[in-house]
């Protein structure tokens, strides 16, 4: 299933490999108190009155007892802290980065679920994209916990090892984990690995936000080009931008007049400015080996 197709990015530090090593076996992490709690009690608070004005989700996937919301990078601050979290993100790219030049941001998410919610259908985020399965990760999935996440109050459910499985195998409830966790600790897991959010049963109301990361070519789950606009991300730092997806993939994808979009927003540029190679490196090659000699050569 981990097959390379492209050489191995260098490796990353102690801390990132070991999460790593344990997602790798079972398809989930519980890394514990990995932020300050204060971090994320500062984003429930600015999250507090969205919470209050949108009203329950439709559709039984989505849960009509629980309350979802994207956008947070808008919305508050801290957003910016969870999504560029150097170990959730060094995760998600050395998980990743052997399929992909570079993460993006897939989602950001915040969720209520509310007392009498029932338990959602376990699934696997990969299925958003109809491509292979089995033989690439797509995606790693992020939850950062606002409020205690028990089983009573319908934290995630993760079946243990279940992306290593063939889609047609049956997986018993004696593979599931329930992710109890609570503020300051990220709950990861792969676009591969069968999960669900657990039914509600106590008088409390969950609150969380999920992070998403996905390969850098795939369509992104919440449109980010509609969620901050060239004029809202031209206010965010450049490596914020770009985990957006404002910048040019090789070979020459995701451009702006043939150029990065960076040109766009950080460089000022409106006008035609004429196309610019963003080629792979082999590409770049046979391209400057033909354009000298008019053929092509074994590279």
Request: glycine share 10%; charged share 20%; net charge negative.
């Amino acid at each position: 299933m981990y097959a390379l197709g492209k050489p191995e990015a260098p490796a990353p530090d102690p801390v990132v490999a070991g999460w790593c090593e344990a997602i790798a076996r079972d398809g989930f992490a519980l890394v514990r108190g990995v932020i300050d709690p204060a971090v994320i009690a500062a984003l429930d608070a600015d999250l507090a009155e969205p919470f209050a004005q949108t009203p329950f989700s439709q559709g039984a996937f989505f849960g009509n007892r629980t309350i979802r919301f994207g956008r947070a990078l808008l919305r508050s601050p801290h957003a910016a802290t969870l999504v560029q979290h150097p170990v959730i993100l060094g995760i998600a790219e050395q998980m990743l980065g052997r399929w992909c030049d570079g993460v993006q941001l897939n989602l950001t998410q915040a969720i209520a679920v509310h007392p009498g919610a029932p338990a959602q259908l376990p699934h696997r985020d990969e299925d958003m994209w109809p491509g292979p399965k089995g033989q690439m990760e797509y995606m790693v999935n992020v939850i950062w916990p606002f409020t205690r996440f028990t089983r009573e109050t319908g934290a995630t459910r993760l079946w243990r090892g279940s992306h290593l499985e063939d889609r047609g195998t049956f997986l018993g409830d004696d593979r599931i984990v329930t992710a109890d966790a609570g503020p300051g600790d990220a709950i990861v897991w792969l676009g591969s690995t069968l999960h669900g959010q657990g039914a509600n049963d106590s008088d409390e109301v969950r609150r969380g936000i999920a992070v998403a990361y996905s390969l850098s070519w795939l369509k992104q789950y919440e449109n980010q080009y509609l969620a901050y606009p060239p004029e809202i991300a031209r206010t965010f730092p450049r490596e914020l931008a770009e985990l957006i997806g404002y910048r040019q993939l090789p070979p020459n994808l995701n451009n702006y007049e043939a150029r990065s979009p960076m040109t766009l927003l950080h460089d000022g540029e409106t006008e035609a400015t004429g196309a610019v190679d963003a080629l792979i490196d082999y590409q770049e090659e046979a391209s400057r080996y033909y354009a000298e000699h008019g053929c092509t050569r074994s590279l």
